[in-house]
Each structure stands twice: as C-alpha cells, then as structure tokens.
C-alpha cells in the first residue's frame, strides 16, 4: 500500500463524514426549500449564488459534495489503476455506482422535502460512508498487497520448499 493511496482514501472518508453532517445540517434547518423546486438552481442572482442563510448553506453543501465526489472517484481510479486488494477496489467501487444514485437522492429532497426523501437520501450517504470505512480500515491494514512483502514471502516459501 502506498502512503499517497492511503492518504487519498483517508482524506475522502473524513470528507465524506463532514458532508454527511453538513447534509443532517442543511436537511435540518430545510435548505433545500430555498431552492422551490428549481433543482439544480436555487434563490438568488440568477439562480446561482446564495440569496440568504439557508440558500448558501445548500449551495455549500453542494459544493463539499461536488469535492467529496471527485474524491470517491479519485479513489476509484487510483484502486483499480493500483495494485490493491479485491476488497479495496470493491468497497471504492461500491461508493462510486452509489453516488450519482445519491446526487439524484439529494434532488428528491427538494423536490419531495419530507421523512421519505431525507431517509433515502442519507441511507445513500450512510452506504457510501461505510464503503470508504472500509476501504480505508484495509487500505491501513493490508500488507500482502504491498510488492516488497509478496516477493519477500515468495522468496521465503522457495526457500523452505527446497
């Protein structure tokens, strides 16, 4: 495991923890209702730039999930360019088909704002969560992937066979 792929994953689970409480936050204080259905405008100049409060901190939190989702992605990529265990490269692929369910999710929630809507929304997100959990535990506990520990064990075990 490199420290780089490592830090990548780690980085995007704390992202991902933020936004989750960001989302309860904005669901909370009912954000989203500033945007009336206009998805994925909002109040404001245009449309486009937050008008009050609750306008910026939806626009906020789309923004920290805009980064957060390139971080997943990211962390995908980098999975399954690298050479990191199956499980690895599931759990980061399992937050990945998540996601753009979980952006239509958070649409629905300005659309239908109700128990219904922010359920499904954050049970996406909790899904997403645990996926980079756990793909980060492995990422920090995961030594056979490493090159240098396959070929020392390789060595070794050609060795006692002889």
């Known amino acids: 495991m490199t420290t780089r792929f490592r830090r990548l ?12 409480l960001l989302g309860v936050y904005t669901g909370a204080i009912g954000a989203g209702l500033t945007c009336e259905a206009r998805w994925p405008f909002c109040d404001g ?8 409060w609750a306008s910026f901190v939806e626009w906020f ?12 992605l990211g962390s995908t ?10 499980r690895i490269k599931l759990a980061t692929a399992v937050a990945t088909v998540v996601l753009p369910v979980q ?3 958070g649409a629905n929630t300005i659309f239908n704002f109700g128990a219904t ?4 929304h954050h049970g996406a997100a909790q899904l997403i969560f645990g996926a980079m959990v756990a793909a980060t ?10 090159p240098s520990v396959q070929s020392a064990d390789t060595q070794h075990t050609a060795r006692a066979d002889d």
């Open 137 to 146: 535990a492995w990422a920090y506990t995961d030594t056979a992937e490493s």
């Open 9 to 20: 994953v780690a980085t995007t689970t704390v992202l991902t923890f933020a936004l989750i």
């Open 77 to 86: 990529i980098a999975a399954w360019r690298g050479e990191y265990s199956r």
């Open 45 to 52: 100049w245009m449309g486009l730039f937050p008008a009050n």
């Open 103 to 105: 952006v239509l999710l």
């Open 61 to 72: 939190h789309r923004l920290v999930a805009m980064v957060t989702g390139f971080g997943i």
């Open 117 to 120: 809507a922010q359920v499904l």
